[in-house]
């Protein structure tokens, strides 16, 4: 079996995911620093490998962990070993975790914060529309990072004040190109702004989702300072990145898709099915590490070695032509059925899925109806990845954004 060696570089992600989908449901692969894992690459085998007990979170399974092979200092140590939370545990532990988390993010609970969502994207309109006019705008960093941030914040109880810090190091927390030599102070970093806000929950509580995990630890829930921290970390790592890339994937999907924007904006193809199709064919999140095989386990015509790792090739199986046929590789907005797995599947299947889906769902209607004529303000093919192996994400995302209201361009 030929290894493939990710592109620290992301240089041509869509490439790339052909190559692994090439190389069976089950390839090798080199992750950036010379760390060899497997990647799952088809959508049947990652959804019987999500919900397979055999496949679990302890990194003492792998191993390369075991024989010493993974340096501290690895770029991707913080997203192969981020500390205990239910990102990292397994069966009931899991469920302790986890059910926490799920019970603050159910649909119901969700929908009440559809209200704030709407007014911080009406904040956030009014201010691309002041800005000046004929001058193009990073939609990313002036509306796609401030909402879902804005939002996550908010449901966990952390200051604004903090943001530009946060920003700072998931930058560095997220990238293959972070030095080795600032790895281990960049997590402890980290930790020490996550410890402070937990502090600061537990001396001055209030109606967040930390407060509330504290409040479980003290009524018996049993939850450790680090249990908390982690969640913390984990729930504002994962709840901005991703509907980050999810609304600008959308934004450069339509206009890369004119008749179907069309369509769209003419309320022919339903906002619902837009997002649906991005999340399948241009997902937020590419790879997700890591996962360790207990015994050695059949994938397709392929052998998962027990003691190895595994990541799911989310990019991979997005465009997987046994799942979705011969159109697999194109953007289709009204395709269905449409049953992807961008989310995950089984018991860890993302919490936060129902919050994305519905700030996506509120800000890109918004953004298309205050700004109808809104274009690229570069060839698509200029827009450049980020050196992340784990999100498809976007440096900026450069528009024109035309008049607002569908008035005439001056």
């Not at 609970?109 to 956030?124: D, F, K, Q, W, Y």
């Not at 997590?187 to 209030?206: E, H, Y």
């Not at 409040?215 to 901005?240: P, R």
């Not at 509907?243 to 934004?251: D, G, R, Y």
Request: charged share 25%; proline share 7%.
């Amino acid at each position: 079996m030929t290894r493939i060696a990710l592109d620290p570089f992301v240089r041509d992600l869509d490439g790339e995911s052909a190559a692994l989908r090439a190389a069976g449901p089950l390839a090798e692969v080199e992750l950036p620093g010379g760390v060899h894992v497997y990647a799952v690459t088809r959508h049947a085998e990652a959804r019987a490998l999500l919900t397979d007990s055999r496949v679990v979170k302890d990194i003492n399974v792998w191993n390369a962990w075991r024989r010493g092979e993974i340096p501290m200092d690895w770029p991707l140590i913080g997203l192969a070993n981020p500390g205990r939370s239910m990102l990292t545990v397994d069966g009931a532990d899991h469920r302790r975790l986890r059910t926490l988390v799920a019970q603050a993010l159910t649909v119901k609970r969700v929908e009440r914060l559809r209200a704030g969502i709407e007014a911080l994207t009406n904040a956030s309109l009014e201010k691309l529309a002041a800005l000046p006019a004929g001058e193009p705008v990073d939609l990313k960093a002036e509306f796609a990072y401030p909402l879902p941030m804005n939002v996550v914040s908010e449901l966990m109880g952390v200051d604004a004040a903090d943001h530009p810090r946060l920003k700072e190091l998931f930058e560095k927390f997220f990238s293959t190109q972070t030095p080795p030599e600032e790895v281990p102070q960049m997590m402890a970093d980290l930790g020490t702004l996550f410890t402070k806000i937990v502090d600061d929950k537990r001396a001055n509580p209030g109606d967040d989702l930390t407060s509330a995990l504290i409040a479980a630890s003290e009524n018996g829930d049993h939850l450790t300072d680090e249990e908390i921290v982690n969640t913390l970390q984990l729930i504002i790592a994962a709840g901005h990145e991703t509907t980050i890339s999810l609304i600008v994937n959308v934004v450069e999907a339509l206009q890369t898709h004119p008749e179907q924007r069309k369509k769209v904006l003419s309320g022919e193809i339903g906002w619902d099915g837009v997002i649906e199709e991005t999340l399948r064919w241009n997902t937020p999140t590419s790879h997700v590490l890591i996962r360790f095989a207990t015994e050695d386990i059949e994938v397709g015509d392929r052998i998962l070695p027990k003691g190895e790792g595994l990541i799911i090739s989310f990019g991979a199986l997005g465009r997987d032509e046994e799942q979705y046929g011969p159109t697999a590789d194109e953007f289709d907005a009204a395709r269905t059925p449409n049953r992807h797995i961008a989310f995950g599947h089984g018991p860890h299947v993302c919490p936060g899925a129902a919050l994305s889906r519905l700030e996506a769902g509120i800000a890109l209607p918004a953004l298309y109806e205050r700004f109808p004529q809104l274009d690229l303000a570069v060839p698509a093919s200029e827009l450049r990845n980020k050196p992340i192996v784990t999100q498809n994400d976007l440096y900026e995302l450069p528009v024109e954004l035309g008049c607002p209201f569908g008035g005439d361009k001056k």
